[in-house]
């Protein structure tokens, strides 16, 4: 089984699950998974979790993430983005580029967001988007998200292109609508290109056709990057032999019973490998123990007698 994590470039017209679904007839396994929806007409960066590297996934989902939009104003649709049904259209007359801008960033920072009624939320076990599909419309509440900074690229009104960096859970079709709507004049989103997830670039993403073309040249692996490399911020550790049997089951680990340990930290965290270099997880330093107590395991007893 192939583990690790690909990045992937998400081109439009792609839904998520389609491109889990191409990756699983390109790689040829079943276990494979995605870290986070990019609607069907959104672009960019979408890391793709192969084998063991699945309990990844709610990891790399929760990480902040980059994008590139464009805002257009005098425009609201349904969707609050281009692709949907238009619902009201709005005059910009007199509305000046500063105007815009000083109203940009006044959404730098935590403000409450909304979701909108087109999204995979769910609702007493229903996503939105199928209640909207049914012309039902639910009251939502409102969720603290966190925009960290917004870099405005280029303005030629009624458009504005901007990157966004932000906090997971933020919509930036909701951003654009919210946007217009403080400026009294509606607006929805035309484009979105996600740039950045975490440490994955949009610079090292690979398209679909590209991944194949790997595959045929018998090059995948050298592609696939190692779930370990998700943590390299973290100091490595290397249980003693005598120790291995507790590792491997899950077990709490003696800082005694441990390599490259010394200087750790109380409630640090690190990567635990053993002594044949086998990722076997991350561990938190409990200082009142002088034990590593495990977080999240990602050896299996496979790979072991492999």
Known sequence: MVNGILNVYKEKGYTSHDVVAKLR??????????????DPDAEGVLPVCLGKATKLCDMLTDKNKTYETVLLLGKETDTQDISGKTVKECSTEGITEEQVKDCIFRFVGEYDQVPPMYSALKVNGKKLYELAREGKIVERKSRRVMIYNIRILEISLPRVRMEVKCSKGTYIRTLCHDIGNALNCCGCMESLLRTQVSRFSIQESLKLSEIQEIKDGGHLAETIIPLDRM??????VIVKKEA????????EIPAL???NAGGVSDRE???????????IGVYQYHADKKRFILEKMFLDQEELRG
């Open 25 to 38: 007839g390109i790689v040829g396994q079943k276990k494979i998974g995605h870290t986070g929806t990019l």
């Open 231 to 236: 943590f390299e911020e973290y100091r490595k």
């Open 244 to 251: 291995q049997a507790l590792a491997y089951n899950g077990n």
């Open 257 to 259: 019973q441990t390599e």
């Open 269 to 279: 965290q690190i990567r635990m490998y053993d002594e044949s270099d086998h990722f």
